[in-house]
């Protein structure tokens, strides 16, 4: 939770902005000869039009092999070289769940690039999952340049945000207060109107940072905007859909209310019957 929240401190960008662009061609000099995809914000707007994507602080990057402080620290190096030949102060970290390359730009800007933190029994643990989304990953080309990048696929960005929201209506049942309506079209003015909730409730959880329900909302409504997004914008695959669930199962499985209640914003997914 320390380590989400210090994100905050960071100004949220879209992969239109010149930094983020060149954060991910210094990534794309790992692509083909390292296993590792994009999660997260950056691997969301990278299935999305400009007017859809929603700002974030970070690039985050799972890396499909053990990665203790020692290996981060050769496997970031090209990552390193590149965005420092272009001008830009890069900095090692490392913290409970990522190694990271805080990165700042002449401005005083920073973008985060965080690497996943897994030891040998971590990731012996996750190996299934990381190299199944490993295979069903997608290249990506970084607009209006050359270089390429691996992420997730759209399924794997879906579930994992499906599960941390369907966790965090089982601690605060008064989150359901921010489900948006599934009967809602997604126009152009409803889609500002949501990235203009989360930039506000962004800027009031900066201002209070020990307040953590309002965290936890703006990490609500933000996971929720790119499923909705996402789901309709691009389309879910229901085989690997369901196959992706499996390995979430502690959210999907145990918690049938809070899965029916937000299975509801998914077009195509059907829901069980408790609730029909």
């Not at 949220?12 to 000869?33: R, W, Y």
């Not at 490993?134 to 945000?161: G, M, W």
């Not at 089982?170 to 930039?199: A, F, H, Q, W």
Request: glycine letters at 4%; one cysteine or more.
């Amino acid at each position: 939770m320390k380590g989400e929240i210090r994100k905050l401190k960071s100004e949220p960008l879209t992969i239109n902005d010149s930094f983020v662009k060149d954060g991910l061609e210094a990534i794309s000099t790992l692509t083909g000869k390292e296993p590792y995809y994009l999660v997260g914000g950056v691997a969301t707007q990278s299935y999305l039009p400009t007017s859809c994507r929603r700002p974030t602080s970070d690039i985050d990057i799972s890396i499909v092999k053990p990665l203790v402080y020692e290996d981060f620290k050769i496997l970031s190096k090209p990552v390193f070289e590149y965005l420092s030949d272009n001008g830009y102060h890069v900095q090692l970290s490392k913290h409970q769940r990522a190694f990271n390359l805080e990165v700042e730009n002449k401005e005083g800007y920073t973008l985060l690039i965080e690497f996943s933190r897994r030891n040998t029994q971590n990731f012996e643990h996750s190996k299934s999952k990381l190299e199944r989304e490993l295979r069903n990953s997608k290249r990506k080309i970084i607009e209006k340049r050359n270089s390429t990048y691996i992420t997730a696929s759209s399924e794997d960005i879906i579930v994992p945000k499906l599960a941390r929201s369907i966790k965090g209506l089982v601690r605060n049942p008064s989150l359901g207060s921010c489900l948006p309506s599934k009967d809602i079209t997604l126009s152009e003015e409803y889609i500002r109107m949501r990235l203009n909730l989360i930039k506000e409730l962004r800027e009031k959880s900066m201002l209070n940072n020990q307040n953590l329900y309002l965290f936890d909302r703006l990490k609500f409504v933000s996971d929720l905007f790119d499923v909705r997004i996402l789901s309709e914008v691009v389309g879910i695959n229901l085989d690997y859909f369901n196959e992706a669930t499996i390995d979430w199962s502690d959210a999907f499985f145990n918690h049938p209310l809070e899965k029916d209640l937000l299975y509801h914003l998914l077009p195509h997914v059907e829901v069980s019957h408790s609730l029909i």
